[in-house]
């Protein structure tokens, strides 16, 4: 399985950016979502989707991030608007098929990542 993610680069704040993550050698299931990580922080959920379809987002992006699929499942979507200094960081996106509800916001619980993408926003 390999995911590659894509769509990143320099904005400044207030503009929208759309990352996506192709997925080859399966297709998305369980648990799938987007982390990021910017320099000297831990990774951190940012938004996705469990096995029965609801999605989930972490409350600094809630309004302004839409994670979305398409129909065939292999490719995932990160929709950011109104994007902030802060959301500065490089983006990964992840697969845990078993999909755990408990562990959905838990980087350490996923098994496949993409490579990531940088976005940087300048104010």
């Known amino acids: 399985v390999q995911l590659q993610a894509s769509g990143g680069g320099l904005v400044q704040a207030g503009d929208s950016l759309r990352l996506s993550c192709a997925a080859s050698g399966r297709t998305f299931s369980g648990s799938v979502g987007w982390f990021r990580q910017a320099p000297g922080k831990e990774r951190e959920f940012v938004a996705g989707?469990?096995?029965?379809?609801?999605?989930f987002y972490a409350d600094s992006v809630k309004g302004r991030f839409t994670i979305s699929r398409d129909n065939s499942k292999t490719t995932l979507y990160l929709q950011m608007n109104n994007l902030k200094p802060e959301d500065a960081a490089v983006y990964y996106c992840a697969m845990s098929p078993r999909g755990i509800y408990s562990t959905l916001k838990i980087p350490s619980s996923y098994d496949y990542w993409g490579q990531g993408t940088q976005v940087t926003v300048s104010s």
């Open positions: 989707f469990w096995r029965n379809g609801n999605t």
